[in-house]
Structure formats: structure tokens, C-alpha cells
């Protein structure tokens, strides 16, 4: 098992009790559009006036970014103490590799990372690595911008606490998703026609989660939790910040981190405020509508997980990108790419363990600015809340939790004395059917 738990830096206010004047379970209303706002007017550090923090599912710097050069990667994996070469990855899988907190654990072996093969499927998957043809156009991102080779997920295990580190420095106790009956679910689906599966504060009814407190005791409580974000940082320094996802409606709705943040999902004005469908996301970066903060979750099935064409989600990708690059918005703008966990696939470098919640497995981090140096890889260590680090050196604010306050905000990856470099349009690719 992991070290004992470390103090979170904050008192975690979560509470069991639901509150009698508000529906957490009905659907949100989304925003329509955000306010076109100058971002210039806000003071920052460095030349850096909109930050696009965009989060991708399951993969390991091993397997994306194994073969790209100067990359601390491998070709040849270990699997329970005997070395495996890593094969080409198809660009979807048959059935999804197990990944959660327990399989993590395992993966990850008190350092040895050999522990991957669980099951059939992890057999047949998690020693894989993908080639440069098979996703060129972040192989092309890593060549002209930054690649950080020692970047980590926060938590060992899935995508829920992931997610809310990527917006509070914590995941408030949690180490897995939130655990819902399959049946059950179901049966809620089919009881709520338009729904899509949530994990937040409006997931159904009998949806839990075991959290465990900075003593470490563990205590189970709906998935709907109270702690300071870095929305709220924003916030009160009057900075606009917006969140886009799938809609209540649409798959991939379970990772709208701020679903399961209370004093923000029981709040419509608030909610309507920052939140917004991830389908109007182009739109709204050609007609300057993206504020200083935003981050972006895409819906399933762009996501790349696994099961899920990789092109597709590739392709999602460079729209998005493409979109920034051709606006005025590019000329300050810091984009950082990453992906929330390592989804059971392989990665040789042992985590830093800081706390017992993570590190996870290291992840990609495509770092894309104006000012980002050019073909480099960034050996700095860092983690989700070293993204917002860097939010909160540049606008001046304070820090969450010790994630936060210990981290590097990996300004290294940028020279600001360099000439803004132009974007570039790269081109959609035809993907493979099935």
C-alpha cells in the first residue's frame, strides 16, 4: 500500500446531507455562450493572457511518446519481473483495460512497475506503444513546441480524482470513480431518457464514495463534495474562468469535474456562469469568446479512450488547436495537453509517491504557446496542479493545497524574450474504419 495519507493542505468540508431546497439530480442548465472579454486588462506575470488547460483520457508517456527522441521512454516493458517488448497499438481497443485505484496499485508494484497484465485484456493491451503515423499531428506538436517527459497524473487510479485535481490541487479523499450498481444505472438511464452517466452531484441517488480524511479514516458520502477550486481563486480575483464538457445529455458528462463540487453545482447562476457544452467550443474560440481560464473535457467518444477510435479523438484535438492558432487569441495564449490517468497502459518510470494519493503514472504534457520553445523536451517534474501553479503565478493568486504550493509551474517551457511564433494548421487525418 501507499504511505499514509499527508495533510491536504485544507480542511475537506464535505458533507452526506443533501440540501432540501436545492435538486441535485435534475439536469443543469449549461451557459449558453461566455462574454467576450478583453484579457488584456488583467495583470500577469508573463506575456501569457489565456490559458487552455485540455484533458484527454487513458494513455502513458511510454505509450504515446516512447519512441519520440530525447524522451526518457522505453521499448521493452517488464511484466512480473521478466522484460516484454512494447507492440504497435491498434487504434481502438476491443474492451477497455481495467484501471482503476486497486489495478494502479498493483501496476505500479511499491516501484518495480511490472504489474500491469491483470487480466485477458490487459494482456493483450497494455504493453503497447503507438508510432508516429499513427498520431502525427501530436508527434508534430512535440516537435515544434514542448514534450514534458516527467509529468505525472495526480492520483494513482482513475479519471474522477484525476479530474479534481485538475481543478483544486485534491481530489477531497477520493481514490477511485464513484461506485454506481451497473443494473441500477441502468435502469436510472432508462428511467431518465436524455441523461448521460454522471459522477457528480447529480448522480442517482444511491451513487457513493469511500473517502478517506487526513487521520485516515475513511467515510462513505455521496459524490458531491465541498473544497476550495481554483474556479473559486479566479473568482475572487475577479478573473472570468469557464469549464466546457459534455453536457448533462452526452456521454463523457461524468467528467465535469465541477459536477461534484457542491457550492458550484447547487448554484444555477454560478453553474450557467462558467460551465459550457464542449459542442460550441470552436465556435466560441472564432468569435473570442474564451476567457483567461478555460478547461476543456471533450465528450467520450473523442476522448481516446481506448475503445474509442485514437484519430477521432486526434482529429477532435486539432480542430480545437487549429481554432486558438488562427484567432487573435493565439498570440498570448498557453495551451497545456494532457491526459487524466494512465488507463492501464504501460509506463516504466516509478511515480513520485508525495502524499498517499499519487503521484499516478506519468502522461503526456503537450505544452503549445507563442512563447513555448521549440522542439524541446522538458524534463521538469510535474503534475496537474503544476498547471495550475502556472494560473496562479500569472494572475497572482494563492494556493490551494500543499500540490499546489509544492509544485513547479513549468514556466521553463516558454521563453517570453523570443518573438511570438505564428500557428500552424495541421491537417485532419482519414481514420481508420471500425
Not at 491536504?8 to 449558453?32: E, H, K, N
Not at 511499491?110 to 485484456?121: A, E, K, L, P, Y
Request: hydrophobic share 35%; with cysteine.
Amino acid at each position: 500500500m501507499l504511505a499514509p495519507t499527508l495533510a491536504l493542505g485544507i480542511a475537506l468540508g464535505w458533507s452526506s446531507s443533501r440540501q432540501p431546497d436545492w435538486d441535485p439530480f435534475g439536469p443543469p442548465v449549461f451557459g449558453t455562450r461566455p462574454p467576450v472579454v478583453d484579457g488584456a486588462v488583467f495583470p500577469t506575470r508573463w506575456p501569457i493572457k489565456h490559458v487552455v488547460f485540455i484533458i484527454k483520457e487513458n494513455r502513458t508517456t511510454d505509450h504515446m511518446f516512447g519512441l519520440f527522441p530525447g524522451v526518457n521512454g522505453t521499448t521493452v516493458g517488464m511484466d512480473r519481473g521478466e522484460p516484454r517488448p512494447l507492440t504497435r497499438a491498434p487504434d481502438r481497443l476491443e474492451h477497455d483495460i481495467e484501471h482503476c485505484y486497486d489495478c494502479a496499485l498493483e501496476a505500479w508494484a511499491h516501484g518495480r512497475m511490472d504489474g500491469f497484465n491483470r487480466d485477458m485484456w490487459a494482456n493483450e493491451y497494455a504493453y503497447t506503444q503507438m508510432w508516429p503515423q499513427d498520431m502525427p499531428n501530436y508527434w508534430s506538436w512535440a516537435e515544434s513546441f514542448v514534450l514534458n517527459d516527467n509529468f505525472f497524473a495526480s492520483a494513482q487510479g482513475p479519471s474522477f480524482p484525476n479530474h479534481l485535481y485538475a481543478i483544486a490541487a485534491t481530489s477531497g479523499g477520493a481514490h477511485t470513480n464513484p461506485q454506481q450498481n451497473i443494473k441500477e444505472l441502468d435502469q436510472w438511464l432508462e428511467d431518465n431518457p436524455g441523461r448521460a452517466k454522471a459522477w457528480g452531484c447529480d448522480s442517482m441517488q444511491n451513487s457513493y464514495l469511500d473517502i478517506e480524511h487526513m487521520e485516515g479514516q475513511v467515510e462513505r458520502v455521496p459524490p458531491c463534495l465541498e473544497f476550495t477550486t481554483e474556479g473559486d481563486l479566479l473568482s475572487e480575483a475577479g478573473i472570468p474562468w469557464a469549464y466546457y464538457s459534455a453536457t448533462s445529455d452526452q456521454n463523457g458528462y461524468l467528467w465535469s469535474a465541477y459536477d461534484a463540487v457542491k457550492h458550484i453545482r447547487e448554484n444555477p447562476e454560478i453553474w450557467r456562469e462558467h460551465m459550457f457544452g464542449v459542442d460550441g467550443l470552436v465556435a466560441d474560440i472564432e468569435d473570442g469568446r474564451l476567457p483567461p481560464m478555460t478547461w476543456v473535457t471533450p465528450k467520450f467518444e473523442l476522448s481516446e479512450h481506448p475503445e474509442y477510435s485514437f484519430c477521432d479523438g486526434e482529429n477532435w484535438t486539432t480542430d480545437v488547436i487549429n481554432a486558438i492558432m488562427r484567432s487573435p487569441m493565439w498570440e498570448d495564449t498557453a495551451i497545456f495537453l494532457t491526459w487524466d490517468d494512465y488507463g492501464g497502459f504501460y509506463d516504466h518510470v516509478p511515480p513520485p509517491q508525495v502524499d498517499g494519493f499519487g503521484f499516478g503514472f506519468r502522461v503526456p504534457m503537450l505544452v503549445i504557446s507563442p512563447y513555448a520553445r521549440e522542439g524541446y523536451v522538458d524534463h521538469t517534474l510535474g503534475e496537474f496542479s503544476s498547471v495550475l501553479r502556472f494560473v496562479e503565478d500569472n494572475w497572482g493568486l494563492t494556493q490551494l493545497t500543499h500540490r499546489d504550493r509544492d509544485a513547479l509551474n513549468l514556466s521553463g517551457a516558454f521563453d517570453f524574450t523570443q518573438e511570438p511564433r505564428e500557428g500552424e494548421q495541421l491537417p485532419l487525418r482519414t481514420c481508420p474504419e471500425g
